[in-house]
């Protein structure tokens, strides 16, 4: 059974930086996995997404180089770092596991596994 547990949300001001993590359990974090965020009154939307081992990472444009997505791998841990942190940044984020282990895409649809969410808000 795979769980997907996320953390490290808060609220923070313009600018600042927030790290969220997913612990993962039944499920290896070095396969296809992803981050969306839904904003209140928005569709849930694709943050970052990452093929098996890293070995493709696709960016929403509106976080790249910004965002940065990492793991540890003794702690079957994948993290979210947000720096620079802007008001429109403001959202549930959720962290999201196909039902294959090889091909992350940026279709929600696609993801049969969800954590519970954690909420950024960011103040200007």
């Known amino acids: 059974q795979v769980q997907l547990v996320e953390s490290g949300g808060g609220l923070v001001q313009a600018g600042d930086s927030l790290r969220l993590s997913c612990q993962a359990s039944?499920?290896?974090?070095?396969?296809?996995m992803a981050w969306f965020r839904q904003a209140p009154g928005k569709e849930r939307e694709f943050v970052v997404r990452?093929?098996?081992?890293?070995?493709?990472?696709h960016w929403l444009d509106s976080v790249k180089g910004r965002f940065t997505i990492s793991r540890d791998d003794a702690k079957n841990t994948l993290y979210l770092q947000m720096d620079s942190l802007k008001p429109e940044d403001t959202a549930v984020y959720y962290c999201?596991?196909?039902?294959?282990?090889?091909?992350?895409?940026?279709?929600?649809?696609?993801?049969?596994?969800w954590g519970q969410g954690t909420q950024v808000t960011v103040s200007a």
């Open positions: 999201a596991a196909p039902n294959r282990d090889y091909y992350a895409s940026s279709d929600r649809n696609e993801y049969v596994y």
């Open positions: 039944g499920r290896n974090v070095s396969y296809a």
């Open positions: 990452s093929n098996w081992y890293g070995g493709a990472t």
